[in-house]
């Protein structure tokens, strides 16, 4: 099954296998890179079934036509079935300008870090330098922001993995029990039911105002919500919400 993106010829770019190969791409599916070139060289017939692919999967980068069309013009209804259309590097270059902020903003919340007034910088010392700030691309994630909120240096420059999270939650924090939202240095972590793996992390800066980063795609930021939306956008059926306190010293 073809999953159309907007790829280049260079499949390992850290960009590209971020997004279309490792974010939520069901294991029983085999991934096929089409650059621009070769998918408009595709029969629109067959062109129209891999975007119809990519919605069936679940995919992303194939929005409407009836979303885009009124900024990108007619030429997107040509590109494959008349609904849907692909992101490709040329027509994000083009309208970048107006297609950029448009995208970011459409399903982020937004950060809410000039609201802080108290930030718990001996628990927390990199927090507030972090909060608002983006990361240079895919792959630093919501595991490597809370370590270098709470002082690993470097981590949030890192694709952080499950288990050097697991270490370091081992080592700097206790885990309670207590739903103290209002408390700074709690580390909140959604694990799977079936298999206890973590899924997420965030971490609470007191006052009920809460640090995440809500992915590792280029586009998520590293934002301050609520600890009310926190727990709002991160509803995930299969998932359970523990708490650490992370400790002094």
Excluded at 17 to 37: C, I, Q
Excluded at 63 to 70: D, E, I, K, L, N
Excluded at 215 to 228: E, I, K
């Amino acid at each position: 099954m073809g999953l159309a993106g907007a790829a280049s010829d260079d499949v390992t770019d850290r960009q590209l296998r971020d997004t279309y190969r490792v974010y939520d791409v069901d294991k029983a599916l085999r991934p096929v890179w089409l650059s621009e070139g070769s998918f408009h060289a595709l029969p629109r017939k067959i062109r129209a079934a891999v975007v119809r692919a990519q919605v069936r999967h679940e995919r992303d980068a194939v929005p409407t036509s009836a979303r885009w069309g009124g900024l990108l013009g007619a030429a997107v209804r040509e590109q494959a079935d008349g609904h849907r259309f692909v992101w490709w590097p040329s027509l994000l270059e083009k309208h970048l300008a107006t297609i950029l902020p448009a995208i970011v903003a459409e399903d982020a919340e937004p950060s809410r870090h000039r609201e802080v007034v108290h930030w718990p910088a001996r628990l927390l010392p990199k927090a507030k330098e972090l909060a608002g700030t983006w990361a240079d691309g895919s792959g630093p994630n919501c595991f490597g922001t809370v370590m270098a909120a709470a002082g690993v240096a470097g981590a949030e420059l890192e694709w952080m993995q499950r288990a050097p999270f697991e270490d370091w939650l081992a080592s700097a924090t206790v885990r309670t029990s207590r739903r103290q939202d209002d408390v700074p240095g709690v580390v909140y972590v959604w694990r799977s039911t079936g298999d206890n793996a973590v899924q997420h992390a965030a971490v609470s800066l007191g006052e009920g105002w809460v640090l995440q980063k809500q992915s590792q795609t280029w586009m998520a930021p590293r934002q301050v919500l609520t600890t009310v939306a926190l727990k709002r956008v991160n509803r995930v059926p299969g998932w359970r919400l523990s708490r650490y306190q992370l400790t002094e010293g």
